[in-house]
């Protein structure tokens, strides 16, 4: 699939959480939503990510906007990685991949000069109504929260 732009639709998913339950697109309809594709539950990187969302929460809460991010982790993987860092938002598992296709957030990636499929770190904040108002392809750990409130800042 390829990569979305901003004014697309954003791809409905329907995941199960760290806790079993299932957390749907549809579930923020009417509130903005921060979502982000990460590819381990706690390693460094993501584990960096992560807590700059938790720790944004606050400030992402009085501007009307929820958070979920998404991994090919397991429900087991995503609970321990909750617990462990206290997130408290939903940790979606796409363990078929099939979300981060949709979002072009799964592609080929190179590690030590071998190639391999896998989460490109992406990050999309959908809009009110469904729509994509941004996104970050590529994206460092640390600068999904700062490139998060740039657009805030710039739609307020």
């Given at each position: 699939m390829?990569?979305?732009?901003a004014?697309?639709?954003?791809?409905?998913?329907?995941?199960?959480?760290?806790?079993?339950?299932?957390?749907?697109?549809?579930?923020?309809?009417?509130q903005?939503?921060?979502?982000?594709?990460?590819?381990?539950?706690?390693?460094?990187?993501?584990?960096?990510?992560?807590?700059?969302?938790?720790?944004?929460?606050?400030?992402?809460a009085?501007?009307?906007?929820?958070?979920v991010?998404?991994?090919?982790?397991?429900?087991?993987?995503?609970?321990?990685?909750?617990?462990k860092?206290g997130?408290?938002?939903p940790?979606?598992?796409?363990?078929?991949h099939?979300?981060?296709?949709?979002?072009?957030?799964?592609?080929?990636?190179?590690?030590?000069?071998?190639?391999?499929?896998?989460i490109?770190?992406?990050?999309?904040?959908i809009?009110?109504?469904?729509?994509?108002?941004?996104?970050?392809?590529?994206?460092?750990?640390?600068?999904?929260?700062?490139?998060?409130m740039?657009?805030?800042?710039e739609?307020a």
């Amino acid at each position: 699939m390829g990569q979305l732009t901003a004014g697309s639709k954003a791809p409905a998913f329907r995941l199960k959480d760290q806790t079993g339950k299932t957390v749907k697109l549809s579930d923020f309809k009417g509130q903005r939503l921060l979502v982000y594709f990460y590819p381990k539950a706690d390693t460094p990187g993501c584990t960096t990510q992560a807590c700059a969302v938790r720790d944004a929460r606050p400030n992402l809460a009085k501007a009307g906007v929820a958070a979920v991010g998404i991994s090919p982790d397991g429900p087991t993987a995503q609970a321990k990685f909750d617990q462990k860092h206290g997130l408290g938002f939903p940790l979606l598992c796409d363990e078929d991949h099939a979300v981060a296709d949709a979002y072009g957030a799964w592609g080929e990636k190179s590690m030590y000069g071998k190639k391999y499929q896998g989460i490109i770190r992406s990050a999309f904040l959908i809009d009110a109504k469904g729509k994509i108002a941004q996104v970050w392809y590529k994206v460092s750990p640390k600068a999904t929260v700062p490139n998060l409130m740039k657009a805030l800042e710039e739609t307020a």
